[in-house]
């Protein structure tokens, strides 16, 4: 028997309704599942689609974001209303990347875990992946300086470089940017505001200067 494709294409969203659309507040324009059956070829074809979960830290909300099997995103508030979301983006507070997340983040706010075993998509250029690869060698209660992971990458002249590849790092507190200080000891910028920055280094036993709105000597 002969089916043509608009008869095939009617039988399966009778058979495989799609995910419908909810508005909601926080996450606008994102696909929520409706627990409604979806075959094999969907599942297959939606692997790779992005997973989100909200969830609440000591210091703030913060978005959680797995492309398939890995973590690719820890996003502040301000940061998750300025990310361009892709497509297809759905809200799935059971996906297993992003539950192991938040249970590895709750340890690591209660002082039980110092190192995260998770794995990670980063997304970016070739120079700024090693320098989040860099930061990922900090040790938990140590810092560096800009000018310190611009001279492990090899590129000591790429100080300001180092910096903006920091500035952009979308997996915070995983990828410890929080770690990278001022020469001075100085807090510097951090997408969280300084006061998550401090509140982190605190968690770690690191005591920063009294004076944190000082931006000198950044490098």
Not at 15 to 21: C, F, L, R, V
Not at 126 to 149: C, N
Request: proline residues 5%.
């Amino acid at each position: 028997m002969y089916w043509s494709r608009q008869k095939i294409k009617l039988f399966t969203k009778q058979m495989h309704p799609i995910p419908h659309m909810i508005q909601n507040r926080l996450y606008p324009n994102i696909i929520y599942p409706n627990n409604l059956l979806i075959d094999c070829r969907t599942r297959k074809r939606n692997i790779m689609s992005h997973s989100v979960k909200l969830i609440e830290s000591p210091v703030g909300k913060l978005t959680l974001i797995a492309r398939g099997k890995k973590l690719t995103a820890v996003l502040w508030e301000a940061e998750w209303e300025n990310y361009v979301k892709p497509d297809g983006i759905i809200v799935e507070p059971d996906h297993p990347v992003l539950c192991e997340t938040e249970h590895q983040l709750s340890e690591y706010f209660a002082g039980k875990r110092r190192v995260f075993n998770l794995e990670l998509d980063f997304v970016g250029t070739d120079f700024q992946k090693r320098v989040w690869q860099a930061l990922l060698t900090i040790p938990f209660g140590e810092t560096r300086s800009y000018s310190d992971i611009a001279r492990q990458i090899g590129n000591e002249k790429a100080v300001r470089a180092v910096g903006a590849a920091n500035g952009r790092n979308l997996i915070s507190i995983i990828t410890p940017c929080h770690r990278v200080i001022g020469m001075d000891g100085s807090l510097t910028g951090f997408a969280g505001g300084l006061e998550a920055k401090r509140m982190l280094l605190a968690l770690e036993g690191i005591y920063p200067p009294e004076n944190c709105s000082r931006q000198q000597s950044l490098f």
